[in-house]
């Protein structure tokens, strides 16, 4: 008999036990009696046996498999959460099943309610979904973390530090001189979007309150950051500085600029938000949202509460970080 294709009967019969009592072992059950448990491991170990994934799953009613339901799962803000997800469960024994949240929100619950049966526990990213959006689509009994979405109270959720993120870029733009700053913003029905805004218009009003805010919308994506900068300029609004609501938009920004040769950061000043890995490598003044912590935070206090502990229905919040580069430098001394 070749050692591959050793089955749990043959098990069984090497450890003169009933094949319950080979699969008790192997699940390690606290009834069975250790030199029982003992003997069936040593058999297996001699046989080669390894058990079948999908019938161990089956057996304990558990998949270790942990869904993903995120809003777009193109750009690399939601690479660097997927990164930092899949560290995390392959160190803990589980993997990922990815799904993508539409914006719509009967699609978007469509999508969360897919994973049903499917999935030991949920990270669900929903920033455009309302409050009954949200209970409709998570299922009942089973587990459930949030990342920067609506309506997280009295649920276990993580969330960045938005508001704190964006207004330290306010004041670092602000302590240049510059002062006639516009916003290029995510759309106006996302929660991360609606925080950075809101942090926009609290800093200004208090740090440059003699100037009259502007705010563009965008998508989040490279393109509506290019479209809001062509905007400004046909619009003719006066400009030091661009605050885009992230990297991708500021990118579009900063290629609008230099296309008309406006001076970076001579003439404008731009910073973006998220700190992806081309922004780094472009030069872009930014904040530093830990993504890839994020995800793997989210993970951990999943898993915890699917191997025995609580889930703490609370929410935490990302400290973020501004990063100062090539776009808008440093204040001398």
Same mark, same amino acid.
């Given at each position: 008999? &070749?050692?591959?294709?050793?089955?749990?009967?043959?098990?069984? %019969?090497?450890?003169?036990?009933?094949?319950?009592?080979?699969?008790?072992?192997?699940?390690?059950?606290?009834?069975?009696?250790?030199?029982? @448990?003992?003997?069936?491991?040593?058999?297996?170990?001699?046989?080669?046996?390894?058990?079948?994934?999908?019938? &161990?799953? #089956?057996?304990?009613?558990?998949?270790?498999?942990?869904?993903?339901?995120?809003?777009? #799962?193109?750009?690399?803000?939601?690479?660097?959460?997927?990164?930092?997800?899949?560290?995390?469960?392959?160190?803990?024994?589980?993997?990922?099943?990815?799904?993508?949240?539409?914006?719509?929100?009967?699609?978007?619950?469509?999508?969360?309610? !897919?994973?049903?049966? @499917?999935?030991? $526990?949920?990270?669900?990213?929903?920033?455009?979904?309302?409050?009954?959006?949200?209970?409709?689509?998570?299922?009942?009994? *089973?587990?459930?973390?949030?990342?920067?979405?609506?309506?997280?109270?009295? %649920?276990?959720?993580?969330?960045?530090?938005?508001?704190? $993120?964006?207004?330290?870029?306010?004041?670092?733009?602000?302590?240049?001189?510059?002062?006639?700053?516009?916003? *290029?913003?995510?759309?106006?029905?996302?929660?991360?979007?609606?925080?950075? &805004?809101?942090?926009?218009?609290?800093?200004?009003?208090?740090?440059?309150? =003699?100037?009259?805010?502007?705010?563009? =919308?965008?998508?989040?994506?490279?393109? !509506?950051?290019?479209?809001?900068?062509?905007?400004?300029?046909?619009?003719?609004?006066?400009?030091?500085?661009?605050?885009?609501?992230?990297?991708?938009?500021?990118?579009?920004?900063?290629?609008? #600029?230099?296309?008309?040769?406006?001076?970076?950061?001579?003439?404008?000043?731009?910073?973006?938000?998220?700190?992806?890995?081309?922004? &780094?490598? #472009?030069?872009?003044?930014?904040?530093?949202?830990?993504?890839?912590?994020? $995800?793997? %935070?989210?993970?951990? %206090?999943? *898993?915890?509460?699917?191997?025995?502990?609580?889930?703490?229905?609370?929410?935490?919040?990302?400290?973020?970080?501004?990063?100062?580069?090539?776009?808008?430098?440093?204040?001398?001394?």
């Amino acid at each position: 008999m &070749r050692q591959s294709s050793a089955t749990i009967r043959d098990v069984a %019969r090497q450890a003169a036990v009933s094949v319950a009592s080979v699969s008790r072992a192997m699940n390690g059950h606290s009834s069975v009696h250790p030199d029982t @448990r003992a003997r069936v491991m040593a058999a297996a170990q001699a046989l080669g046996y390894v058990p079948h994934a999908g019938a &161990r799953s #089956l057996s304990l009613s558990r998949s270790h498999a942990i869904g993903v339901v995120l809003p777009d #799962l193109h750009g690399e803000f939601f690479s660097e959460i997927v990164r930092g997800m899949d560290r995390e469960v392959t160190a803990r024994g589980y993997h990922l099943l990815l799904s993508n949240m539409h914006a719509d929100a009967e699609l978007a619950a469509q999508a969360v309610r !897919s994973m049903r049966g @499917r999935v030991d $526990g949920l990270i669900v990213m929903a920033p455009q979904l309302v409050a009954g959006g949200l209970d409709d689509a998570l299922p009942l009994g *089973v587990p459930a973390v949030l990342v920067n979405s609506q309506h997280a109270s009295g %649920r276990a959720a993580f969330r960045i530090d938005n508001a704190v $993120g964006i207004e330290a870029v306010v004041a670092h733009l602000v302590a240049q001189g510059r002062r006639r700053l516009i916003h *290029v913003s995510g759309p106006f029905d996302n929660i991360d979007a609606d925080e950075r &805004r809101q942090g926009f218009l609290a800093a200004m009003a208090r740090l440059a309150p =003699e100037v009259e805010p502007i705010v563009i =919308e965008g998508d989040f994506r490279e393109e !509506s950051g290019a479209a809001a900068m062509l905007a400004v300029a046909e619009r003719g609004l006066a400009h030091d500085g661009i605050v885009a609501a992230n990297d991708m938009m500021a990118l579009g920004v900063l290629s609008v #600029l230099r296309e008309r040769q406006v001076v970076v950061p001579g003439a404008v000043a731009v910073t973006g938000f998220d700190d992806i890995p081309l922004a &780094r490598y #472009l030069g872009l003044t930014t904040v530093r949202a830990p993504t890839a912590e994020l $995800g793997a %935070r989210a993970v951990a %206090r999943l *898993v915890d509460a699917l191997e025995g502990g609580t889930l703490v229905l609370e929410t935490q919040t990302i400290a973020t970080e501004l990063v100062i580069r090539a776009t808008s430098p440093a204040v001398s001394a």
